[in-house]
């Protein structure tokens, strides 16, 4: 019995730690009692010093001096404070109302919003929930399709797990012991192209099938000027105008930063395209101030409308990336600025109160503690679990997987995706890729990559029935039974789970084909990261060389010459060269 034990210590751990998963106890204690349980039968099989838990007290204490994760409470934070002042419910029935009048306008207004509330809440509960309650409604009024409806509000609202700033790109980045900027950088173009799919989906669509995304009927557009115009050449000679100013920024946008930050490097590619748009957001927020105060009627109400709305959290996305990206201040600042920003904002709107901030603290001390205490937990796992040479058995595992790189990420990303099916994405990132990283750092795979690549994999997670938690929170707000539509009196049947399952396949497709494309094409991660300054250890050695104080001085003469009697042995000499010790030291 002992021999089997100790044979099979690590696939026994694992299945103890499926059990405890299995009876239904909370995850960072499962973990943990696994850990423990384990480690001490190993002390008393003689596979562990007695001494195996002393240094945990240091690992735990050192989790919490993590400055990387309290970056987490202050994207929360902002989160839920812009959640809970109806951002979501203006920006929905604003973007709604500039493309109601076309054929998937709705549809379009939700995926674009998702993508707001995810750079901006950057929790897929809070988008999925606020549009569920919101945009259902209208789209049932006007006949959508509702396997289309309820497809598109799920996926728009996962988009919070791909987008900067996503707590999962935190977690991933930590657990990965990779920059969250490099993360955010590295995710940024994914995000945007999912975007993209997901726009081109619904104009695919309307072309082959308009009728199940029906244009807004013309009484449903309330921001119509006096004379029966809409507003949208208005707004679209406001856009023209701040797309030149933000091209014209782009232009100069190097010299002016590089002289700023006292930067020799060029700048990076997604760094001017942030801070251009912050510079067009800013002069249409200047324009419709002013037209607004001095009464100069030149913009619409739509255009008003869609300035005021759209823009302040533009600005404050544009800024705490711009801010992050350029090397001003690292994540935990930008999530401290975001959140100031969001204070800010909520007053402006007159929607801050005491009770709000109340609970929007509580919210996210009952997160932050969450994620604390499953660290710790996945901790003490983690450390019995390498103990054992655990981490060795997981190489062992894949090393012989055909394919190289490529065998690895299919079977990674088939584990992932079928994981996500079952658990949530914070155990998924602190039981699984810690055991999965060392096994993708020596094949080679560039850990970033590698990151964004599961970040978009837990993205499809959320819509994989049978368990999608993204299905979850619409169906908590979808109705349950028929009712009638307060505006048409129309009588609307009942959303089914059937209907919100069968929405979700077509963006599960969309998504595993983004997932294939960001693994197929690389260069679409790595090209926008911080470049790493490559050494060239002649040139250091030379350089080190030739420095003052470093020359050779030639032997005083009342000293023995190198072969006399009391000459120093070479070997010493060498030791003593400051400047191949401190290369040595530079490679290491």
Not at 413 to 420: K, M
Request: proline letters at 5%; charged letters at 15%.
């Amino acid at each position: 019995m002992v021999e089997f034990l100790t044979a099979q210590f690590v696939p026994l751990m694992f299945a103890g730690l499926l059990m405890f998963l299995l009876s239904g106890f909370p995850v960072a204690f499962a973990l943990a009692a696994t850990g423990l349980t384990f480690g001490f039968l190993g002390m008393e099989l003689g596979l562990f010093q007695p001494t195996l838990f002393q240094v945990m007290p240091q690992r735990v204490f050192a989790i919490m001096q993590n400055d990387t994760l309290l970056a987490i409470p202050f994207f929360t934070l902002m989160g839920i404070i812009l959640e809970r002042s109806r951002m979501a419910e203006d920006l929905l029935s604003t973007v709604g109302q500039v493309f109601g009048p076309v054929r998937g306008g709705l549809a379009v207004a939700v995926i674009l919003v998702g993508a707001l509330l995810a750079a901006t809440t950057g929790v897929v509960a809070a988008a999925v929930i606020s549009m569920g309650l919101i945009s259902l409604p209208i789209m049932l009024r006007y006949g959508y399709n509702r396997t289309i409806a309820t497809g598109t509000i799920t996926a728009s609202g996962t988009l919070a797990q791909a987008i900067p700033p996503s707590l999962v790109l935190i977690v991933l980045a930590d657990q990965l012991g990779r920059s969250v900027g490099d993360m955010y950088a590295g995710a940024l173009i994914p995000g945007l192209m999912l975007v993209g799919v997901y726009l081109l989906f619904i104009a695919a669509v309307a072309i082959v099938k308009p009728a199940w995304v029906p244009a807004l009927p013309a009484e449903a557009r309330i921001y119509n000027e006096p004379n029966g115009d809409s507003g949208h050449r208005s707004l679209l000679v406001l856009l023209v105008i701040c797309a030149a100013a933000s091209f014209a920024w782009a232009e100069v946008h190097e010299s002016i930063i590089n002289a700023w930050i006292g930067r020799d490097m060029p700048a990076p590619g997604d760094e001017v395209v942030i801070m251009s748009i912050t510079v067009g957001s800013f002069l249409a927020l200047a324009l419709a101030l002013l037209n607004r105060l001095f009464r100069l009627g030149l913009l619409s109400r739509l255009a008003e409308q869609v300035t005021f709305v759209l823009i302040p959290p533009l600005v404050l996305i544009f800024l705490v990336l711009g801010t992050i990206f350029l090397g001003v201040a690292t994540p935990t600042e930008g999530g401290a600025m975001g959140a100031l920003g969001a204070l800010i904002m909520a007053g402006a709107r007159r929607s801050l109160s005491f009770a709000l901030l109340k609970q929007a603290m509580e919210n996210t001390t009952k997160l932050a503690i969450f994620v604390m205490f499953i660290l710790i937990g996945s901790t003490v796992f983690s450390f019995t679990f390498n103990a054992a040479d655990g981490h060795v058995w997981v190489e062992h595992l894949f090393d012989k997987l055909p394919g190289g790189q490529l065998g690895f990420l299919l079977v990674v990303n088939f584990l992932v995706f079928i994981l996500g099916m079952f658990i949530d994405f914070f155990e998924i990132a602190f039981i699984v890729v810690p055991l999965l990283a060392p096994v993708a750092d020596k094949l080679g795979i560039d850990l970033v990559w590698f990151g964004v690549i599961l970040a978009m994999n837990l993205q499809t997670s959320f819509l994989t029935p049978p368990f999608g938690f993204a299905l979850f929170y619409l169906r908590s707000v979808a109705a349950r039974s028929d009712y009638t539509d307060a505006v048409t009196g129309q009588r609307i049947p009942a959303v089914t789970t059937s209907q919100i399952y069968k929405g979700s396949i077509a963006f599960i497709i969309l998504q595993l084909i983004m997932v294939a494309v960001v693994v197929a094409y690389p260069g679409l991660v790595t090209d926008h990261m911080t470049k790493a300054t490559v050494v060239d250890d002649a040139a250091v050695t030379d350089m080190l060389n030739n420095m003052p104080g470093l020359e050779e001085e030639a032997p005083a003469a009342d000293e023995p010459a190198e072969g006399e009697e009391g000459a120093a042995p070479a070997e010493e000499e060498k030791e003593e060269d400051p400047a191949k010790a401190l290369l040595e030291s530079m490679k290491k």
